[in-house]
């Protein structure tokens, strides 16, 4: 369903917030999973095994803080914990990722 499609009525409501929830952590992980992997690459000699954690919590904290506002303008908690949980295991993947070939 896409949000363009989404009527609003009494029923669908939910179902269209959930959808622009999931739209939403969509486009931010890939934007993060872009600039980590692409830019990590490119600057691993200059970057050391520190810098790289740093930069992810950095990362990390900017997707939350993202995910809170977006929480607080258009979605509910329940949506909101989803999209939470997807984002940590996103981040705890590239961190795993990052320790691994550091």
């Given at each position: 369903?896409?949000i363009?499609?989404?009527?609003?009525?009494?029923?669908e409501?939910?179902?269209?917030e959930?959808?622009?929830?999931?739209?939403?952590?969509?486009?931010?992980?890939?934007?993060?999973?872009?600039?980590?992997s692409?830019?990590?690459?490119?600057?691993?000699?200059?970057?050391?095994?520190?810098?790289?954690?740093?930069?992810?919590?950095?990362a990390?904290?900017?997707?939350?803080?993202?995910?809170?506002?977006?929480?607080?303008?258009?979605?509910?908690m329940a949506?909101?914990s989803?999209?939470?949980s997807?984002?940590m295991?996103?981040?705890?993947?590239f961190?795993?990722?990052?320790?691994?070939?550091?």
């Open positions: 369903m896409r363009a499609e989404c009527k609003f009525s009494v029923g409501t939910q179902t269209c959930i959808e622009f929830q999931r739209q939403i952590f969509v486009f931010y992980r890939k934007i993060l999973h872009t600039l980590l692409t830019g990590l690459r490119e600057f691993n000699i200059l970057i050391g095994e520190s810098m790289r954690k740093i930069i992810a919590i950095i990390l904290l900017v997707l939350f803080t993202v995910a809170a506002m977006a929480d607080t303008l258009y979605l509910k949506a909101f989803r999209g939470i997807s984002a295991r996103t981040a705890f993947s961190l795993k990722s990052t320790t691994a070939t550091g």
